[in-house]
């Protein structure tokens, strides 16, 4: 049995079967994507207690969510679902070894995320108005976590990565180097993401 000669739904359906050569395979297929995202990743954190050894270990195990997760009805394909899956256990990851290595940020986000040169974005300010300020009422509604939440559905996937890893302390060299993207289009990013938070608040 060669993957080459199965599709993905096709090994999925073997794998609901409990087929265990076709579990093997799909893993083998998609190694190389969990190899080459963990260096490239690994290259904007290092020095974080992390290896590229742990990074493919998330990988292994986000591909193992996407399987268990993944269904055909969903609008997308499972090699974009898996790479997702893939990209976000490693993005915690990085995340959490981060926030252990500084001991500066808390279990939530932060509400002040530096963008520009220095320049904070404050999401109260951001959202809040002269009139009525909507982030308090958001507040006394929702916690820090749940407006964070909201905030994030908003966002499309590359925007809710970069948003993340800004919150968390990184800088935009580290986010570009992390994600594969250029200083230019983490700017973008986090400027779309500053609209989206505007407009949320109006």
Do not use: W
Not at 56 to 82: D, P, R
Not at 107 to 112: A, M, V
């Amino acid at each position: 049995m060669k993957y080459q000669n199965y599709n993905d739904n096709e090994l999925l359906n073997y794998i609901a079967e409990a087929n265990e050569e076709a579990n093997e395979i799909l893993y083998e297929k998609y190694r190389p994507l969990i190899i080459g995202t963990a260096n490239k990743m690994y290259k904007g954190c290092q020095g974080f207690g992390i290896d590229v050894n742990d990074l493919i270990q998330e990988g292994m195990l986000g591909l193992n969510q996407a399987i268990k997760n993944f269904s055909e009805h969903k609008n997308t394909s499972f090699y974009t679902f898996a790479k997702t899956c893939i990209e976000r256990r490693m993005l915690s990851l990085i995340v959490s070894s981060k926030r252990q290595k500084n001991k500066i940020l808390n279990e939530s986000l932060s509400l002040n995320v530096e963008i520009d040169n220095g320049e904070v974005l404050n999401l109260e300010e951001i959202i809040g108005s002269d009139k009525e300020d909507p982030f308090q009422c958001l507040l006394a509604t929702e916690s820090e976590n749940e407006l964070i939440a909201k905030i994030k559905k908003q966002l499309t996937d590359l925007e809710n990565k970069v948003f993340l890893l800004k919150v968390s302390g990184f800088d935009y060299n580290e986010i570009g180097i992390i994600l594969g993207k250029t200083p230019k289009s983490i700017d973008n990013a986090l400027q779309r993401i500053k609209n989206k938070i505007k407009k949320l608040g109006e």
